[in-house]
């Protein structure tokens, strides 16, 4: 049985792991919607990137 790390398995870093590995694959799409959910949730500043070329 492996231990629960709090700091590894809560949510937000896990909605933010999301999003990095999204951006590693270069899916925009895949990113957008991991940013917006993470924003959604956690209130999160999300900067606008206009025409990145994944």
């Known amino acids: 049985m492996q231990q629960l ?5 809560s949510r937000d870093v896990m909605l933010r ?3 990095l590995e999204e ?3 270069r899916d925009g799409d895949g990113a957008r ?3 917006d959910q993470l ?3 956690f209130g999160v500043v ?6 990145l070329a994944l």
């Open 5 to 9: 790390d709090i700091f590894a398995d």
């Open 17 to 19: 792991n999301a999003v």
């Open 23 to 25: 951006l590693q694959r």
């Open 33 to 35: 919607t991991a940013l």
């Open 39 to 41: 924003a959604t949730e």
């Open 46 to 51: 999300v900067l606008s990137v206009q025409n």
